[in-house]
Nanobody, 115 residues
Framework: QVQLVESGGGLVQPGGSLRLSCAAS????????MGWYRQAPGKERELVAA???????TYADSVKGRFTISRDNAKNTLYLQMNSLKPEDTAVYYC?????????WGQGTQVTVSS
């Protein structure tokens, strides 16, 4: 059964940092590129960053230079290091396969950037 469990969110001040983690089932993680997505209130879900199984990456323009995606294939875990956070980064963050997010969505992890 495919499972995605996100963690690491929280409340942080502008300019702060957070590191998100996504534990994925091996059946999904071992064969797919993976991505971090986010959904802000009243907005559609959007891709934040993605990484292939070999480690190549792609980022949304809004997070380039501030966020870093990485993966540990041995642990079936995806990470998102978020630095220089801005209020507009406030959203629920999810992980899923990339480019087709075909797996059932997890519960996500809330990131709130506010002073």
């Amino acid at each position: 059964q495919v499972q995605l469990v996100e963690s690491g969110g929280g409340l942080v001040q502008p300019g702060g940092s957070l590191r998100l983690s996504c534990a994925a089932s091996r059946s999904l993680f071992s064969i797919n590129a993976m991505g971090w997505y986010r959904q802000a209130p009243g907005k559609e879900r959007e891709l934040v960053a993605a990484t292939s199984r070999g480690g190549s990456t792609t980022y949304a323009d809004s997070v380039k230079g501030r966020f870093t995606i990485s993966r540990d294939n041995a642990k079936n875990t995806l990470y998102l290091q978020m630095n220089s956070l801005k209020p507009e980064d406030t959203a629920v963050y999810y992980c899923n396969a990339y480019p087709l997010s075909f797996a059932p969505w997890g519960q996500g992890t809330q990131v709130t950037v506010s002073s």
